[in-house]
Structures are given as C-alpha cells and as structure tokens.
C-alpha cells in the first residue's frame, strides 16, 4: 500500500466518527438506500424498467447523436463495464438501444439511443422527475439544493482519485 492510501500504522487507532459524524452518516445511508429504492420501485410500476436503465437513457439522449462509446457510457453511469453490457443487452431485447461498431476503432462499441428507446424514456420522464421532485427538491430550500449539490459534487471528486479501482475500469 503506498503512503497516499495509507491511512494507519501499526500503532494508530482508528480516527471514530463523532457524535454528530455518526448521526449524519447514519441518515445518509438511510436517505440513500429508501431514495434508490423509492425510485427504482416508480421506475419500475410506471415503466418497467430499473433506475439504472432509466439513468442510461438519459445519458444517450444527451449525447450527440444519442451515441455515446460503451466505456464512455460506463463511466459517466458511475457502473462496472459488465453491468453495462448487461444492461445494454436487455434494451437491446426492447428495442430501446442498438450496438454499433466505432468508426474510429473497430475494437469499440458505441451504445445508441433508438426512436422506440427515446420515446420510452420521454413517456418515463414525467413520473421520474415527480417522484425526484417529491422525495428531495420539494424538501429542500434553494440554500439548501446549493449546499447538497456541492456536498455531493466534493464527495464524488474524493472518490475518484487518479489510479483508483474505479467501477468502469473493471
């Protein structure tokens, strides 16, 4: 393990949560688990399919050309090269995506969005973006919308440190 990773030595004890740490990192893990599971069940009663899924779409749509390269598409669902492949495979099945060989590198794939996936996903949007809306934002004040959003921005960042085992490296 180098020096940077390395958090303890043979004689450190272990840095504790605090109080007030313990109490916020609780209901994190609380609000994170019941908000994926809120949404995942919405995604799934009104347009059978799974959160991630729902995210993959709109990640194509914003793309150029609803194109986007497979390990691009890996990276930026912040999910492993496998699930992606699954998850390709079963849009693929609906209709909703289609592989096709990148121009540039004959090795790559790009994953993009099909009409019949486009219209999937602007018949989801409505009923995702309510249960969004619902579960955080209308619980929020906009001080409040500013301070997660840059709170999460600063986790994330933290989370992807150069050399880290990253979930699309994998």
């Known amino acids: 393990m ?6 303890l030595t043979d004689t450190d004890e272990p840095r504790w949560l605090t109080d007030d740490e313990q109490r916020s990192w609780q209901a ?5 688990m ?20 729902y995210g993959l779409l709109v990640k194509l749509s914003w793309a150029p050309r609803h194109r986007m390269r497979m390990t691009e598409l890996a ?29 540039d590198d004959k090795r790559g ?10 219209e999937v996903l602007r018949e989801a949007a409505p009923g995702h973006v309510s ?20 709170i999460c921005r600063i986790i994330a960042d933290g989370l992807q440190p150069e050399g880290a085992d990253l979930p699309w490296l994998r």
């Open 34 to 53: 019941l908000l994926e599971d809120h949404l995942d069940r919405q995604l799934q009663r009104d347009a059978r399919m799974p959160h991630v899924y």
């Open 2 to 7: 180098d020096d940077a990773m390395k958090t």
């Open 109 to 118: 794939q790009n994953a993009v969005l099909t009409d019949k996936g486009f």
């Open 28 to 32: 994190y893990i609380q609000a994170s």
């Open 75 to 103: 990276e930026s669902a912040k999910i492993t090269r496998s699930r992606l492949s699954h998850a390709i495979a079963r849009m693929e099945k609906d209709g909703w995506v289609r592989r096709e060989d990148c121009p």
């Open 131 to 150: 249960a969004v809306r619902l579960a955080v934002f209308d619980r929020l004040s906009p001080e409040q919308v500013e301070q997660f959003g840059d």
